[in-house]
Nanobody, 123 residues
Framework: QVQLVESGGGLVQTGGSLRLSCTAA????????MAWFRQAPGKEREFVAG????????AYKDSVKGRFTISRDNAKNTVYLQMDSLKPEDTAIYYC????????????????WGQGTQVTVSS
């Protein structure tokens, strides 16, 4: 049974930082591209950041470029999202996802999802 378990969410002030973690179990982690998505109240789930198998290629939503950094540790089956200079518009539930389909990070290509972790940025 595949499990993706996120942690690290919380409440932070504008300009603050958080580091999200997602640990995977039940899959060969190193062959999956990993991604972070988020969903704000009343909005659709959207792509935030993704990383290739070997951490050689990363991708980001335009609005988080320069502020967020995705990384992975294949030895620990864990993917991270370092979030700096947080803004109130970053408030959302953040989801970890894994995919071995296609070459992009389309929502419908994700094989597995975590349960989500809440990030709230106060103004």
């Amino acid at each position: 049974q595949v499990q993706l378990v996120e942690s690290g969410g919380g409440l932070v002030q504008t300009g603050g930082s958080l580091r999200l973690s997602c640990t995977a179990a039940g899959l060969t982690f190193s062959v999956y591209r990993m991604a972070w998505f988020r969903q704000a109240p009343g909005k659709e789930r959207e792509f935030v950041a993704g990383v290739s198998w070997s951490f050689s290629v990363t991708a980001y939503k335009d609005s988080v470029k320069g502020r967020f950094t995705i990384s992975r540790d294949n030895a620990k089956n864990t993917v991270y999202l370092q979030m700096d200079s947080l803004k109130p518009e970053d408030t959302a539930i953040y989801y970890c996802a894994a995919t071995n389909r296609g070459v992009t990070y389309r929502l419908e290509h994700m094989n597995y999802w975590g349960q989500g972790t809440q990030v709230t940025v106060s103004s």
